[in-house]
Structures are given as structure tokens and as C-alpha cells.
């Protein structure tokens, strides 16, 4: 017992002193050395790895912003989001079905014109029957039922998909409506899927 009573305060002031003396990359080094492995890709690429404001904020607080920083990003964020012009933000669930399996699109890979997908299944457990999911996000098995197919729930999800980080400063999510990735119909679609009393991923 003593032996580890005396170990820990040894080992921790140890660790604090590793910690501490880590060396910080220069930033514009990092920069040029990211420019760089995509230096051969097309000119429409090469802006994928320049940062935008949030992005930066998110990087230098290592996705802990303050408060005040996070509620800022929050707000900006959420002012990107373009809601149906009807109103309505279910689609059909069917077609969400596909899209939240389809991790195509956004790749050099691609075939021409091919249509991006959520590929939502990387990071989330959805449909419950779906024995192959990520576990990076949360369940949304059952997720309309558990919140009584409510319609600003439903808003909420549109929301969700549309700019992760409007309600999670640095989600590692990805900002699907934002970054044109999904468009209108499909983050609809994926509300469906989620939200619809027949969809799969509700049922009991
Ligand atoms: C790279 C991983 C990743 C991908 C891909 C991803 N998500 Fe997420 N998602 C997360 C994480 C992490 C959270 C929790 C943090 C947050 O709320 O932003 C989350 C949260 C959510 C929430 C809120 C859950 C709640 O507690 O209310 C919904 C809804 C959601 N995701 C839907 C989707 C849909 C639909 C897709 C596909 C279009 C998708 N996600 C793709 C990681 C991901």
C-alpha cells in the first residue's frame, strides 16, 4: 500500500512534466504541410482544406471552445440553415433509408454526377435491425417514437442534419446542408426516416 501511495504523486508530476514539455507544431507549418497533400488534386479541391472561421476556433480550443466562443460559433452556425420553403421537412423515409446507407459522393473515386450520400451508418446506430453501424454518434433507433413524432422535433432533426453545429459548437458531425453535400429533398428524406411513424427505425 505504501509503495502506491508514494507511486502516484511520482508518476503524475511525471506525466505533468511530459505533458508541459511537449513541443507545439508551427502553425504555418502545419498549414503548408496539409496544402501539400493535396497540391495534385483540381483547383475545386484545393479549397476543402482551408479552414472557415468555425473550423479554426474548433482547432485551436481542440473542440473545447469557452462558453462564450462555443455560443458564438452556435450562432453563426445556426444562421446558415435554410429551412423548406413549404414548411414541410418530411420527406419519405424510403429514399432516406438509401441515403443514410450510401457513403458515396465527395471522393476521387466517384463516377461523374454521382449523388452524395449521409452515410450516416459510419457514426450511428438507426435502424435496429441494422447489425452494421458506427458508434461515434448516438442510437437514433427509435428516435421519432422517442420524442412522440413531435413536429418541431422534426424541425429540429431537418436542423440537425442540416448544420450539426448549430446546436454542438465543434460536433464531429458533419454540416451536411451547409457544405452542399446533401441537398433539400434528401435532408427531407433522412427527416422521414427518423421522424415517420412507419419508417423501420420506429418500429417496435
Ligand atoms: C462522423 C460521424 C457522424 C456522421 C457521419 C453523422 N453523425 Fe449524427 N452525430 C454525430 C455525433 C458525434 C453526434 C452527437 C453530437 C452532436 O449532437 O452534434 C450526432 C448527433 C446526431 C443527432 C442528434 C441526436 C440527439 O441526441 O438528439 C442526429 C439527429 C443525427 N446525429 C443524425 C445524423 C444523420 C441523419 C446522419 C447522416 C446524414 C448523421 N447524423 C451522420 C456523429 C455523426
Redesign the pocket.
Known amino acids: 500500500m505504501r509503495v502506491v501511495l508514494i507511486a502516484i504523486p511520482v508518476l503524475s508530476g511525471f506525466l505533468a512534466a511530459a505533458h508541459a514539455e511537449t513541443p507545439r507544431a508551427d502553425p504555418a507549418l502545419v498549414e503548408k504541410t496539409v496544402a501539400a497533400t493535396f497540391s495534385q488534386a483540381p483547383e475545386a479541391w484545393r479549397a476543402r482544406v482551408v479552414q472557415d472561421e468555425t473550423q479554426r476556433q474548433c482547432s485551436l480550443s481542440r473542440n473545447e471552445p469557452a462558453p462564450a466562443e462555443a455560443a458564438a460559433i452556435q450562432a453563426r452556425e445556426a444562421g446558415t440553415i435554410v429551412y423548406p420553403a413549404d414548411g414541410g421537412v418530411i420527406g419519405d423515409w424510403r429514399r432516406g433509408a438509401a ?2 446507407q450510401n457513403g458515396q459522393g465527395g471522393q476521387f473515386s466517384d463516377a461523374p454526377g454521382v449523388a452524395s450520400g ?3 451508418y ?3 446506430q438507426i435502424d435496429p435491425k441494422e447489425i452494421s453501424h ?1 458508434t ?3 442510437t ?1 433507433a427509435g ?1 421519432g417514437k422517442s420524442r412522440d413524432f413531435g413536429a418541431e422535433a422534426a424541425r429540429v ?1 431537418y436542423a ?2 442540416f448544420n ?1 453545429q448549430a ?2 459548437a465543434c ?4 454540416r ?1 446542408g451547409h457544405n452542399r453535400v ?1 441537398n433539400e429533398q434528401q435532408i427531407k428524406d ?1 427527416t422521414a426516416y ?1 421522424m415517420a411513424r412507419d419508417s423501420p427505425v420506429n418500429a417496435p
Open positions: 441515403i443514410a449521409g452515410n450516416c459510419a457514426c450511428h458506427g461515434l454518434g448516438p437514433l428516435y432533426v440537425k442534419i450539426a446546436t454542438w460536433s464531429s458531425m458533419p451536411f446533401l433522412l427518423l
